[in-house]
Structures are given as C-alpha cells and as structure tokens.
C-alpha cells in the first residue's frame, strides 16, 4: 500500500530536549516536506527536500532542521524544542516537486513542549 | 497582503443535499487549486486539482470550480452523506513556488 509513515503519532517532551519525528515513504517520490498545522493558520512549510542530499527551508524553518540521506526518509529534527513548537506536524510526499501533482501525507504527529 | 479565505465557520446540512465550500483568495495568481479531506487526527488526503484554464472538473459526486477573475474556487458534494462529514482544505498552486498554500478549511458536518 502506497504510504508515507511518521513516527511517533503523539510525543510530549520537554523543553530543550532533541527529539526526532521520523518520516518515510515507500512510493519512490522525489519530494517530500515537513508541514505544522495549527488552528486558523492552516498548514505551513517548514523544510522541504527536492532529492537526496537536497534541502531547501519553506516558510516557517526556525527551530527545526532536516536531512535526507536516502530517498525514502525524511527527518524533522528539534535540536532544543520550545512550547511555541506545539503543533501538529505532518510529512508529505509527492513525485514530483511541483504544485500540479498530488501530495500524499502522513498520519500526524501531535507534539506538544512543556 | 495575501490571503486564502475558507469559513471557519462550520457548514451543517442534511444528508441527501448539496454541500458548497468556499475558498477565496487575494493577491495570489495561482496556476492551479487542489482540494484535500482532512479528518480528525489524520492526514490531509487529496480530492480534486483544477487548473487556471479550467471552469470545472468533476470526480463522482465531487465538483470544483475555478474562478479567477472573481478568485474564487467552490467545491461542491452532491447527495451528501454522513460520512462525508469531515474538514475540507482548498492549496494553492503558484508559479514559482513549490509548496502548496494551504487556506485553514472549513468543517463539513452532514446529519442524518
């Protein structure tokens, strides 16, 4: 079954302590993105990556950081959480990187910094 | 400034009629408008694209259309069901860019 897959689905942490959410599509797609939901403002871009090795910041990139080290893997990383990171973050895929093609998402991962 | 406007408020009807879905937009010229289903806890899943060029594009009981000139998009779900019931997101596609930008959707609750 085609599916992009993050992990974990829900994570409470402190602030200050890294933590990782895990993104990995099993389509063969080129581009993937890290999205944050939250009320009233939609989904917004945090990084994406065209390829491996090809990352690019989107629109709200402070605080986080990516990698992409093989194809079907796509980390967030939060090297020092803050409680305005709370959110609920969601990973895409899709083919290729252009607005006309769909994009696929993952589960959610509901985050929240205390 | 620009912006991509979908009620907040959420749309109630009854099973069996039609449901219409607003998406506005100004200051953006975007080539192309996805609609995506969202329910709750779970991932955004996509609908329906239309282009620029398009008035209208139909999937089952599923129709968009693309205005323009008015910078309007509406999506509309015919003989409506319960499980239709769901948050419903309008992305824009603009050139240049390539992300989509997301309106923060509108709660669709159908009743039995």
């Known amino acids: 079954e085609a599916q992009v897959t993050q992990n974990p689905r829900y994570l409470i942490t402190v602030t200050g302590k890294k933590l990782t959410v895990t993104c990995s599509q099993n389509m063969n797609h080129e581009y993937m993105s890290w999205y944050r939901q939250d009320p009233g403002l939609g989904l917004r871009q945090i990084y994406y990556s065209m390829n491996v090795e090809v990352t690019d910041k989107g629109d709200v990139p402070e605080g986080y950081k990516v990698s992409r080290k093989e194809k079907r893997n796509f980390p967030l990383i939060l090297e020092s959480p803050s409680p305005n990171q709370t959110s609920l973050y969601f990973c895409?895929?899709?083919?290729?990187?252009?607005?006309?093609?769909?994009?696929?998402f993952g589960q959610g991962t509901r985050l929240t910094v205390v | 400034s620009q912006k991509i406007e979908q009620n907040s408020e959420a749309l109630n009807i009854q099973e069996g009629k039609t449901a219409t879905l607003t998406c506005n937009y100004t200051?953006?010229?975007?080539?192309?408008l996805q609609w995506y289903r969202q329910d709750p806890g779970r991932g955004p899943v996509f609908l329906l694209l239309?282009?620029?060029?398009?008035k209208e594009k139909r999937k089952e009981r599923l129709k968009v259309t693309f205005d323009t000139t008015l910078k309007q998009s509406l999506f509309h779900i015919t003989a409506s069901q319960p499980a239709d019931s769901a948050t419903y997101l309008c992305?824009?596609?603009?050139?240049?860019?390539?992300?989509?930008?997301f309106g923060s959707g509108t709660r669709l609750q159908v009743q039995p």
């Open positions: 895409a895929s899709s083919l290729v990187p252009r607005t006309n093609t769909e994009a696929f």
């Open positions: 239309i282009r620029e060029n398009e």
């Open positions: 200051n953006y010229s975007p080539a192309y």
């Open positions: 992305a824009l596609g603009i050139a240049g860019r390539r992300a989509l930008t």
